[in-house]
């Protein structure tokens, strides 16, 4: 319990911090999405940008502790917005720093191929690497000079207003009541009821 050196030993080198602590950001370098087995199936040149999104314990005026799930799902999720996947599947972009991100690729149309069930953090002012979507545990960047190396960090586009909670009363209910309520009002006979309830 109390280790005592027998011989003489140098110190190693100090390994530079990585991080610079008044920075609010991080960097993600991606070298190409489709390594690893996260979109087997999806051929090359369909995912053309990145949902980036954290989760969140809960949102002021969404539910409550047990009631998450009546307005959306129980790991909260706060869409941070997407940045652009390049042809050859890579990406760079800048994260929230100190956040737990989770990524989904999406296709041209803003569908999800994809949800990553986990998620990492960058430290302010680290720059942060991953191989692919779901890439073995020990495999390593390939060594090959990617597109978005050749361009600056992406900024991410924001999700449509303000960061909020997804909720169906909230997003979806006003849709229907501006749109279809008129005739799916529950007065029709054979006619879905689309009316606050």
């Known amino acids: ?111 999800a191929l994809q949800l990553m069930r986990s998620w990492f953090v960058g430290m302010p002012g680290e720059r942060v690497s991953c191989v692919g979507c779901h890439e073995k545990q020990n495999e390593v960047s390939p060594p090959r000079y990617v597109e978005a190396a050749k361009h600056a960090p992406s900024k991410p586009t924001p999700w449509y207003g303000p960061v909020r909670g997804f909720s169906f009363l909230r997003e979806v209910q006003p849709v229907l009541d501006k749109f279809c309520v008129g005739c799916h009002d529950g007065k029709q006979a054979g006619c879905p009821n689309f009316a606050d309830s």
């Not at 996260?38 to 969404?62: C, E, Q, T």
């Open 1 to 111: 319990f109390e280790p005592i050196p027998v011989r003489k030993t140098f110190r190693p080198a100090v390994i530079p911090d990585r991080i610079k602590p008044g920075e609010k950001t991080a960097t993600v370098f991606l070298t190409d999405v489709h390594t690893g087995r996260g979109i087997d199936g999806v051929p090359r040149g369909v995912v053309k940008s990145l949902r980036l999104y954290h989760y969140d314990y809960a949102y002021r005026n969404m539910g409550g502790h047990y009631q998450i799930g009546i307005e959306g799902p129980w790991d909260v999720r706060r869409v941070i917005g997407t940045v652009p996947v390049y042809e050859d599947g890579s990406a760079m972009f800048e994260i929230p720093a100190n956040t737990p991100v989770a990524l989904q690729p999406l296709d041209s149309e803003g569908k």
